[in-house]
DNA sequence: TCTAGGATCGGCT
DNA sequence: GCCGATCCTAGAT
């Protein structure tokens, strides 16, 4: 499920070099049954094509016709996913800051999905491929890390009130390993 | 072909 | 912390 992301390790190899991030911020999409979901009604478009596909794989999508999304298909045939919205920097320190930009401060960096897709060059052309594939561009990598579950805050999803009450489901974890954080239920 | 809306970001206060 | 830009995608005709 979504919490098991947390801690993981998210790489990008590209020709410019390899960038590393440790995942701290996911939100789970549930398929068919959530409104907020791309497959909401089975719905399925050429855009959502891949969340219908092999779990493990790549869903990208552009949002607000600028920004991309990267997501986690983690049950293909049932269409949900998960979508990574924040990160911290493991390796690659230089590269994501050339792309981000020389005055973006760290913490603002890799805190938001558009944000960690355009530091990994994640787009359109990702979308689709094998996460656990590590001889690919861009893949999931396990060291072990697991955050502990008092570290990990639980609330309502971001960005998706037009779905109604599915917006407070308590489907968004993130993982603050320098903090404690109270465990939240839906609507705070 | 046209229209409406969106899983965001960055600048300004 | 709040607000508006931006243009792709999907659905209707």
């Known amino acids: 499920m979504a919490w098991d992301l947390l801690g993981k390790v998210l790489v990008s190899r590209s020709v410019d070099g390899t960038v590393a991030v440790r ?3 996911v939100e789970a999409y549930l398929g068919p049954d959530d409104p907020a979901c ?3 009604g089975r719905k399925r478009t050429d855009r959502v094509q891949s969340m219908w596909g092999e779990a493990g ?4 999508y552009m949002i607000y016709g600028l920004h991309h999304c990267l997501n986690v298909v983690t049950v293909g045939e049932a269409g949900e996913a998960i979508l990574l919205r924040g990160a911290v920097a493991v390796s690659g320190d230089e590269l994501i800051r050339l ?3 020389p005055t973006v401060s760290r913490k603002h960096l890799l805190n938001g999905p558009g944000k960690l897709c355009q530091a990994l060059a994640v787009d359109r ?3 689709g491929v094998d996460l656990c594939d590590s001889v690919g561009r861009l893949w999931i990598a396990d060291d072990g890390t697991i955050p502990r ?3 990990v805050e639980v609330s309502g999803r971001i960005g998706v009130d037009y779905a109604g009450d599915a917006a ?3 489907l968004r974890f993130v993982w603050r390993p320098d903090g404690h954080a109270g465990i939240m239920g839906p609507g705070g």
């Open 23 to 25: 995942l701290t911020e």
């Open 38 to 40: 791309h497959t909401a």
């Open 57 to 60: 794989r790549a869903y990208v």
């Open 99 to 101: 792309r981000r930009g």
């Open 125 to 127: 052309g990702d979308d």
């Open 149 to 151: 579950p008092e570290a």
């Open 168 to 170: 407070h489901w308590p």
